[in-house]
């Protein structure tokens, strides 16, 4: 790295101290002392603890910002990361603690607990456990470091012992995200210059009367408590009336909507601007462009689902899904691709769903569009695009522009952190603003429990919804809140919304069932500024501005090709550990390394029952979609003048580009495989992705056919509608945003008309 680079990421680096320290508290970060890690917040035994230090040590390679020419870099076994020291294996702890399954946590405890052994040690680790120092038998923390190394490369690669893999594979994952993500009260970690990272530190273009637009109609429960929550309820036209003897709040509006994303937000516009009274729920918090920090881990922990830690049961793939004001379009990639025709046709005809085949729904995209600012063209891309289109451009392929719900010129690479310069236009930013403009009110920190459900007779539904029984995440409130409305609309997405149908006592077999994923799987290609024409680094500019569709020669698309936004943390979760040395030669690389991925409309499907427990299984259809993508990938980074190239499989797989033929290209491709995912047999596994989630609550013509019916409403109970992701028919082959947005216009002008018709009769 040269001088002037290094003085270029310093400065940004300051930068972005200054500024993190200016935006909200939840995303400022810092470490937290190691005191207030103890026993009580994460469970695990102090042997426990001295074998999770000894793992973690063994994993991680020490950085340093001196760290330029790896290639002659050595690790010795008397060099231990001054990072992985406490409090890191406690953060570790903690952080399985909150976001592990329960299962995996319990069996993380039982092999760390006989890690701390000696006998515990030989039955898992094998003869690697002796040695001729006495006492002979050493426990795992007593080994040496390059016999543990051996230890944790035999149980990546293990197949009789599959939870010794499942075990590697959670403390590796958590341990390198917390490592890259983890700063100090300067918001500063001592790894990120060594691998050439610096965080967002552009100012916001928000006018200063504009920082807060949802501030006339938001209740953040977060700083309320039973008193206070009431008296801003009342204060924002929603009647309170306090029932002592029940310990709740009962609330009244015409509108309860569960849920503030791309579903909930447009519904709660379209509502409120017809002259109902709506009251929407969220559980996530509320931030503005000012607030957001782009800080990778308190970024993740409170706009994310789990902090961004959720994955399927058996962990073959790793899936994000927004949980904050504004839900995934608040976050998500930007891009803004409207429903192809080929879908609207399978839709409308093989489904009989008539609304997608209609004019009503042309129109709600193009209303969608214009709301939320749809741009064609982007001015400037930034580096992993740049590289989809050159290799596309050298190889003859064709390369399409993505619009965006953003400015022409903008130049982002954080907006999953939340646009911190304020030009991406979520429904936090359109939608939403247009409802508290009608007189919608927005409850923050407030989570929905169940559903109020009575037995009445309505011809084929057997029940009516008379609203939702919910409850503040802030222990202050400590009532509960009983919200009673002419119409519940619950948009939680694909992944809360059907739990939360079940657990009221919905019972449609389609509730819950044909989730779609979108699955990506991962190659990855690098790029040394001293051999390659293309500027910028992974983390710089628009997410999605170019994309390749992989097509068959009947024109059948195989997959499309995009990129991802991986910050530090992320990308060492998902890279393969095959060595501590060869850990950090990776990482080191990481600013010109870009990863590009393929993702498929899945035939495949997946279940959702209870909230966090997500079923998923890729068939064979899919999986071969995968691989001519992934090979695809692989293809357009060696045209773009990658020196080597590689998947994320567990075994590392990657080749050198310089003076490579056809023949040897070939020959690698044809090893390049897309194996199951951590709990298969094989030697070789991975881990999929998934940004996108649809289909969990279906629309159907009939009740055996869907969860909902073409207007939204539930086939079991009246006056109780689902406006979200989960509602499509089928995956959508493409980013979902106006899909679903446009989905849910139509939606709520429908129920704005049942209302008037309610309105009319009595």
Known sequence: MCEGERIKIQKQATSSINSGKQSHPLLRGGRRRAEENNTSSHGFSSSQIQSLTAFCETLIPPFSSDDDDFQNNEIHSSSTPSESLPPLPLEVAELMSKRGLPEALKLIKLVLTALSTRLGTLLLC?????DWRWPFLHK?????????EKILQRWTRETFLIPLRIVFLLIKVVCFYIFFTRTDENQENSAWKAIGYSVDSRDCLTKSGEERPLEKGVIECIHADDS????SLDEKGIGVVEDKDHD??????DVVIVGSGCGGGVAAAVLASSGQKVLVLEKGNYFVARDYSSLEGPSMDQSYMKGGMLTTVYGNVMIMAGSTVGGGSAINWSASIRTPDSVLREWSVNHKLQLFGSSDYQAAMDTVCERIGVTENCTQEGFQNQVIRRGCENLGLKVEKVPRNCSEDHYCGSCGYGCRVGDKKGTDTTWLVDA???GAVILTGCSAERLILKDEENGIRRKKCMGVIAAALNQNVTKKLQIEAKVSIVASGSLSTPPLLISSGLMNRNIGSNLHLHPVIFAWGYFPESKSEIKGRCFEGGIITSIHKVVSENSNVHALIECPSLGP????????????LDMKQRMLKYARTATIFPMVRDQSSGVVKKEGRIKYWLNAFDKGNLKIGLRQCLRILIAAGAVEVGTYRSDGERIKCEGITEKELEEFLDTVTTPGGPLSKGQQWTIYGSAHQMGSCRMGTTKEEGAVDENGESWEAKDLFVCDGSVLPSAVGVNPMITIEATAHCISKGICRVLEEKEFCK
């Open 126 to 130: 094998g003869l690697l456990s002796l």
């Open 140 to 148: 795992f923390s007593e080994l040496s470091l390059e016999r543990r």
């Open 228 to 231: 206070t929550l009431v008296r």
């Open 248 to 253: 709740i709040l009962k609330i009244k509006c």
């Open 436 to 438: 508290v403009a009608h």
């Open 569 to 580: 943390g992320s990308l060492s979760a998902l890279t393969p550990w095959l060595s501590r």
